[in-house]
């Protein structure tokens, strides 16, 4: 059983899409919350002021990934002004070119920021749930793409496989602490990394998806605000796909192509 964590959640990347909708949620459900970001001040303060709406406390914090070892830090500074019982890593980036024409510093970024970054906001994070013997929760976004490639996604998909498979052995390490550690891995959402910021997902727009739209990031969000909660006590070392099915049609797609066109992008 939960040995009673701190309602006290950090969420990497949160002032905007993903991240800003569960920094909201989990307010919502009485968590107080700290809210990094990497360039952008304005829209990480814009929802810290949401957060205190709901009547909880926020603190916002820089953070860039980039220097993984430095922006873990972090970690640590918002866990001394606010506590912590909840890690969220959401904050990530991507890549759109084929892997014989990457160098290996852009293959490194990506890698940098979706797989080293979250080895060590983890891993300072989890030394603090021990610490406190209070337990806690890490929920690592992956991506569909933790399971299923893509073209010109090359160290996007083995940064995000490889997330899956540490937060694995994460959850054998940590549940002897009241730790569990999961993945979310989200399909199409609808937010600024895929070009659709604060635009509403159109109901038919992706004919070829089973639930034949975007994914919204309260979606997304309403599944890492249920792992990060007591009712999730028993739930770790699993993925929770919210991708409208999409993981779905791998094979059926495939069958249903008429031309090579897919492998260009």
């Not at 950090?10 to 989990?26: D, E, H, P, R, Y």
């Not at 922006?71 to 002004?81: F, G, H, I, M, S």
């Not at 309403?222 to 739930?235: K, R, T, V």
């Amino acid at each position: 059983m939960d040995k009673g964590y701190d309602r006290i959640a950090v969420v990497t990347g949160a002032n905007s899409g993903i991240g800003k909708a569960t920094a909201v949620a989990l307010a919502e459900q009485g968590f107080d919350v700290g809210i990094t970001f990497h360039t952008d001040r304005n829209s990480a303060d814009e929802v810290a002021e949401l957060v205190r709406e709901s009547g909880r406390e926020a603190a916002v914090r820089q953070h860039d990934l980039t220097d993984p070892e430095r922006a873990a830090r972090v970690v640590d500074e918002l866990a001394e002004e606010l506590g912590l019982g909840v890690l969220i890593n959401n904050a990530g980036t991507g890549s759109a070119e084929p892997l014989l024409d990457m160098d290996y510093q852009r293959w490194r970024s990506v890698l940098a920021v979706d797989l080293d970054g979250a080895f060590l906001c983890a891993q300072r994070a989890a030394r603090r749930m021990i610490d406190s013997g209070r337990g806690g929760r890490i929920i690592n976004v992956t991506s569909v793409h933790e399971e299923l490639p893509r073209v010109g996604a090359g160290p996007y998909c083995a940064a995000k496989g490889g997330l899956r498979m540490l937060s694995r052995v994460l959850a054998l390490e940590l549940a002897e602490y009241g730790i569990t550690v999961n993945t979310v891995a989200p399909g199409e959402i609808a937010t600024a990394m895929t070009g659709q910021e604060d635009r509403l997902p159109q109901i038919g727009s992706r004919p070829g998806y089973p639930i034949a739209r975007a994914g919204d990031a309260r979606e997304v969000a309403a599944a890492l605000a249920f792992l990060a909660g007591p009712a999730a006590s028993y739930i770790t070392g699993t993925t929770l796909f919210v991708d409208g099915g999409l993981g779905l049609m791998g094979p059926q797609a495939g069958g249903a192509l008429g031309t090579g066109d897919w492998r260009h992008g």
